[in-house]
């Protein structure tokens, strides 16, 4: 068949490979979505660490796809000494195995995760962060 792809030697996205549709995600969402973020660093890695399985009870590392590791707007203060910089992991393993049951696009699912990590850390409701979504759909 014309144009089919040879999945006898296709090779699955790399970590830079989502670090640049992340990147896209990102600048396709609303400035003053991202401005809320201040200087939000997005980190891809295979799997979440043990330790952060462990702390949330989760069993399987393909059972966590992102999380947001950074202190809440309600939470931050003018007078809070200099700290690192807010960040959302996405877990590229965990994304890729939900991909390949779920026959959404990639680039959505990693939209997807990216949004929600920061909409609930900052108590965004279901609804807006499907307008958000939304924007970033390709």
């Avoid at 700290?83 to 959505?108: C, H, K, N, Q």
Wanted: charged content about 30%.
């Amino acid at each position: 068949m014309a144009g089919e792809r040879d999945w006898r030697t296709a090779t699955p996205p790399t970590l830079a490979d989502f670090e640049n549709m992340a990147a896209a995600a990102w600048e396709r969402i609303e400035p003053q979505f991202r401005d809320v973020c201040g200087d939000l660093v997005i980190r891809i890695e295979d799997f979440a660490l043990d330790e952060v399985l462990d702390e949330l009870g989760i069993d399987s590392p393909f059972d966590l796809m992102g999380l947001y590791q950074g202190l809440s707007l309600d939470k931050k203060s003018v007078l809070d000494a200099p700290r690192e910089p807010d960040m959302v992991f996405l877990y590229r393993r965990a994304i890729l195995d939900y991909w390949t049951e779920s026959g959404e696009p990639l680039g959505d699912i990693i939209a997807h995760v990216l949004v929600h990590e920061i909409g609930h850390h900052f108590g965004f409701s279901d609804d807006d962060m499907e307008d958000i979504e939304q924007q970033v759909a390709h």
